[in-house]
């Protein structure tokens, strides 16, 4: 599965940002696919998930802030991000697991396709 990811940019704090996250492949809406980010100087952290059914996981920090949705039929995974603040900044990145038919994960180590990434800061 390749992705690419678009969306991010430069927003004001409190401010609100969607990313897309565009799969390849017929099987796309059959795959989970999470959003992680990362920070210069910090680990990559997760953000939020989405499997097949539509099942949801949410990082910590992120939660009732941000929501993750799927459009199967365009390919396509979005991340809504509201209320941005400082701290949101990092290179966001979307992945897919490869095996089908599974639920969301927050390790990063069950993704397999990976994204280039899309930059977002947030001025404060």
């Known amino acids: 599965v390749q992705l690419v990811e678009s969306g991010g940019g430069l927003v004001h704090d409190g401010g609100s940002l969607r990313l897309s996250c565009v799969g390849s492949?017929?099987?796309?809406?059959?795959?989970?696919v999470g959003w992680f980010r990362q920070a210069p100087g910090k680990d990559r952290e997760f953000v939020a998930a989405?499997?097949?059914?539509?099942?949801?996981e949410y990082g910590d920090v992120v939660k009732g802030r941000f929501t993750i949705s799927r459009d199967n039929a365009k390919k396509t995974v979005y991340l809504q991000m509201d209320s941005l603040e400082f701290e949101d900044t990092a290179l966001y990145f979307c992945?897919?697991?490869?095996?089908?038919?599974?639920?969301?994960?927050?390790?990063?180590?069950?993704?397999?396709?990976w994204g280039q990434g899309t930059q977002v800061t947030v001025s404060s």
């Open positions: 989405i499997d097949w059914r539509s099942s949801i």
């Open positions: 992945a897919a697991r490869s095996l089908k038919w599974v639920g969301p994960s927050s390790h990063s180590e069950v993704y397999d396709s």
């Open positions: 492949g017929a099987s796309f809406g059959s795959y989970a």
